[in-house]
């Protein structure tokens, strides 16, 4: 009996295992979060750090965003981190999906050749039990028997 192969496993790699729209979303992700960083990271240098000159242009900015906008560096950044996380989850969901479809095609492809394999070996056997069975027989003539059925006796 064969074995089945892990239908995972493939002879052929990749130089790249992610499909290029995988690739670009990640990236897209990741530009969005480093973004979304970059603003906490100037929320807290603003507000935190002691800075000795007088109106400084990050603090000012920092300001002025916060008048137009109720929100300073820090919550834009806290929001723009948390829509980068939210897109990378679905990023990731939309894909995983995607190869668990791909390597359950692959199982079945896999289950239906070994299948065919047994198929094509029981025919196998049955084409040489065939050829045992096949012999040529000389048909037998049957003798009929003469039955007397109860007749009244002849007259003479």
């Keep these: 009996m064969k074995k089945i192969k892990d239908p995972s496993v493939k002879k052929n790699k990749k130089a790249l295992p992610l499909h290029p729209f995988e690739f670009v979303w990640y990236l897209l992700v990741g530009l969005v979060g480093i973004w979304g960083l970059t603003y906490i990271v100037l929320g807290l240098v603003a507000s935190y750090?002691?800075?000795?000159?007088?109106?400084?242009?990050?603090?000012?900015?920092?300001?002025?965003?916060?008048?137009?906008?109720?929100?300073?560096?820090?919550?834009?950044?806290?929001?723009?981190?948390?829509?980068?996380?939210?897109?990378?989850?679905?990023?990731?969901?939309?894909?995983?999906?995607?190869?668990?479809?791909?390597?359950?095609?692959?199982?079945?492809?896999a289950q239906r050749l070994a299948q065919l394999e047994a198929e094509e070996a029981k025919e196998d056997d049955i084409a040489e039990q065939k050829i045992a069975v096949d012999a040529e027989v000389a048909p037998v003539e049957e003798k009929k028997e003469e039955v007397v059925i109860n007749e009244a006796p002849k007259e003479e």
């Design 49 to 109: 750090l002691p800075i000795s000159t007088e109106d400084p242009g990050l603090v000012t900015a920092n300001e002025t965003i916060l008048k137009t906008f109720k929100l300073d560096f820090l919550g834009w950044g806290l929001i723009i981190l948390a829509i980068a996380a939210v897109a990378a989850v679905v990023v990731l969901i939309l894909f995983s999906n995607k190869v668990d479809r791909d390597y359950e095609k692959n199982v079945r492809r």
